[in-house]
């Protein structure tokens, strides 16, 4: 089979920033190549490593790829651009292939791909378009997406009632989807990400530090509730010796300011540290490694990739209720609970922070969970089979 994997074009593949969908391409076109013909699509880079196949480049201008807000006008020239110069890219591609899998990540690629690739397309039936939903809006309630849809996922909507096949991450963005467009698109499969077992992994310290420690990985905004995990642990920070990080981009300083004041006047800042952002896979790792437990009361996920890094590195997860899909379709584990309020984090937190014993074997827990069911080795095949089977 043929696979061109798309690169959304946000940045070069590996990224260098926490960008969690470049960070999932990447994943598929290591594992894809080892059984498949596959070249990713993605913008040019001249020091490109850990990527095992081919690659299309796309030249961008120098002063596109500049790291600006997702709301600004650069940002959306930049989408634009990108996706432009990709449709031409893959009209010239389709004219020369016969068979071949063409998978995007993002609306804008896929829209603009499709304008202008259609017509090739149709001539052609052993092309098929695949699209991934990772935008956090399809795990809301229906109203909510029906009321965001209009302002800036209109090309999602039109991508996936032309895509033939829609990879969905869980059973309720699968549910959304056909209610949305009342039925009328083609395959939608459930598939959800996977985790680089062998870049997230347990280090072992060789400390004896008796505290514990609690990290959260994400962007630093409402979205992620960071100020409620801290809320959630003050109870324990002073009284049991916990610490608490928590690592991201500084998406929304108003927000860093609220969680900077609310450290202050509990006078938690011996307690509590912004580490910055960090590169994913080796760097990451070492940092979910200076902690024990993984906490996150986000409020909204899609598929909660960095709470299954945490577990890969050996680290149980306490969680919000909004993470369930994350392990949707999957056996439970004890290494991971999920909290309806605050009540559920404490009352969980409670039963091992003077039990190491079982700390540990929760880690062990999530560690084999993870080898289990959510390598990437195991979702690469889900994706194969689901390419396979569709049709245009």
Partial sequence: MKIFE?????????????????????????NFSKKNEV???????NNRTGVDCPVSEIKMPAWLM???????????????????NLAFTIKKIIKKESEAVFHFHNQYNMA??????????????????????????WNDDLNSITQEISKKYFLEVY??????????????IKKN?????????????????????????????????????????????????????????????????????????????????????????????QYVSYLGEYPPG?????????????ISNSKSESFGLVALEALSAGLPAILSQTFLTSLDGLPSTDAVCFCNNKNDFYHYIKSFIDDKNKLEKLSLDGRQYIETFCSWKRIAELHEDSFVNCKQ
């Fill in 66 to 84: 500049k790291p600006s807000s997702f709301m600004s006008v650069k940002h959306k020239l930049k989408r634009i651009y990108y996706s432009i």
């Fill in 6 to 30: 798309i690169a959304t074009g946000f940045t070069p593949i590996p990224a260098q920033i926490g960008a969690a969908t470049e960070i999932v391409v990447q994943n598929l076109v290591n």
């Fill in 282 to 294: 080796e760097e990451l790792n070492k940092i979910y490694n200076m902690a024990d437990v993984f």
């Fill in 159 to 172: 991508s996936m009632k032309h895509a033939d096949l829609i990879v969905a991450l869980n059973s309720k």
């Fill in 112 to 137: 603009f791909t499709y304008w202008l690739c259609s017509t090739a397309k149709k001539k052609k039936t052993g092309i098929k378009f695949a699209y991934t939903l990772h935008t956090p809006l």
């Fill in 177 to 269: 989807i056909q209610d949305y467009l009342d039925n009328k698109v083609n395959d939608i499969v459930i598939i959800p990400h996977g985790v680089d077992t062998d870049a997230y992994r347990p280090i072992q310290s060789g400390s004896n530090n008796k505290s514990l420690n609690f990290i959260t990985v994400g962007s630093i905004c409402d979205r992620k509730n960071q100020l409620e995990s801290i809320r959630t642990l003050t109870p324990f920070l002073k009284s049991d010796n916990c610490f608490f990080y928590f690592v991201g981009a500084n998406a929304d300083p108003s927000y860093m300011e609220q969680i900077n004041l609310y450290i202050k006047s509990n006078e938690l800042s």
């Fill in 39 to 45: 070249i990713l699509i993605d913008v040019r880079n």
